[in-house]
């Protein structure tokens, strides 16, 4: 076995194991080199995104689409390249044309590769030795293989996003299409009635922490994103996390003390934050911190005018845990605009507060 021979079949253990690692394994940041492929294609379509102008959320919910099809032939090209390599040594000796004089370039060890990983014989050039011809065996095996996986996996990947956006259109309509987590808490206390808000948030449960999953085992699920921003991640995860934090600092406890201590609160609590977390490590490594969410005063204001939407709904609020909110929302906020502003997503689409102004700033607190 020549030197080359043994580059080849390197190159063609390195994207086995990389197709491994995402496919099978399937674990967030697990790969060798799908994630920084992906990235590297995310970043660039992110910069091409912005030539497009306002254009440019339509331009990005193409993103996803694009980096599948690049990364399935990012791995089509390194195995038929690895094979390659084996198999250009052997071009006019044990790898013969059926008519001819057979060409040893490597372009021709490429096309001979492709032939062999997709077709056992295929082509006009036919193996004449046994090591060859093993060698043609498992260049199919690899290719079917290879081709079953991917296709499962993209089934996979469209199911997951599939039910993403189901959970994120169910929240949004649970908000009346605002985004406003006061008026999502609001209408699960119809006059103030506690009974129905603690199924509905259960139900909420189970999709959310299915979301969680998919995107640490499916890391591709990160890069489709839509124009629409009520299908963001970063939205429905502000939202809900929003949502607890109202409920555990603005409901009077006496009152709503069922709804409050629900396991249901915590759950969504625990797994947005959780999902937020793995979002963060995933897609916003290019971004820097934020500080939009250190704008206390703002917070503040969010939690009187949560309390009045509360109140005009006949819901017994109580007013003295603002310092709680303002303080729990700030550990969690950067997250979401960190992940906002990777996906190409403004803080004011995902329901964050937006920078401080010259004209707005307070003068007092």
Not at 134 to 153: D, K, P, R, T
Not at 200 to 211: C, Q, S, T
Not at 298 to 303: A, E, G, K
Request: with cysteine; glycine share 10%; aromatic share 8%.
């Amino acid at each position: 076995m020549t030197v080359e021979q043994v580059i080849g079949a390197a190159l063609v253990l390195l994207f086995l194991a990389d197709v491994f690692l995402t496919v099978l394994y399937a674990r967030a940041g697990t790969g060798l080199l799908a994630p920084y492929w992906t990235r590297a294609w995310w970043m660039a379509l992110r910069g091409l995104g912005r030539l497009f102008g306002r254009r440019r959320g339509m331009a990005l919910s193409f993103a996803g689409p694009l980096i599948v099809v690049s990364l399935i032939g990012f791995w089509s090209f390194g195995l038929a390249l690895g094979a390659a390599l084996m198999i250009r040594p052997e071009l006019g000796s044990a790898i013969r044309a059926s008519s001819g004089g057979t060409p040893t370039d490597l372009v021709t060890a490429l096309l001979v590769a492709g032939n062999s990983l997709s077709i056992v014989g295929g082509g006009d050039y036919a193996p004449h030795t046994t090591a060859t011809r093993l060698l043609y065996l498992g260049n199919s095996l690899i290719g079917a293989s290879v081709l079953s996986l991917v296709l499962s996996y993209l089934v996979q990947v469209y199911s997951a996003l599939r039910e993403r956006n189901a959970l994120a259109l169910t929240i949004d309509l649970m908000t009346g299409g605002t985004g406003d987590a006061a008026i999502m808490l609001a209408r699960l206390l119809p006059h103030g009635d506690a009974d129905p808000a603690t199924s509905e948030l259960g139900n909420l449960v189970r999709p959310l922490a299915a979301i969680k999953e998919a995107h640490h085992f499916y890391p591709l699920l990160i890069y489709f994103r839509f124009d629409e921003p009520r299908y963001a991640v970063s939205r429905f995860t502000f939202i809900l996390l929003d949502l607890t934090g109202l409920i555990e600092d603005l409901l009077d406890r006496q009152r709503y003390g069922s709804v409050v201590h629900h396991v249901a609160v915590d759950a969504l609590r625990r797994g947005a934050r959780q999902l937020l977390g793995t979002l963060d490590r995933e897609a916003a490594h290019e971004v820097g911190p934020l500080r939009h969410a250190e704008q206390s005063w703002r917070l503040r204001q969010r939690y009187l005018a949560a309390s009045t939407i509360l109140s005009h709904a006949h819901v017994a609020v109580q007013a003295d845990r603002a310092d709680h909110y303002v303080s729990s929302r700030r550990e969690w906020e950067p997250a979401v605009e960190r992940v906002a502003s990777a996906l190409g997503y403004a803080t004011a689409e995902v329901g964050g507060l937006p920078p401080i102004s010259a004209e707005n700033e307070p003068t007092c607190l």
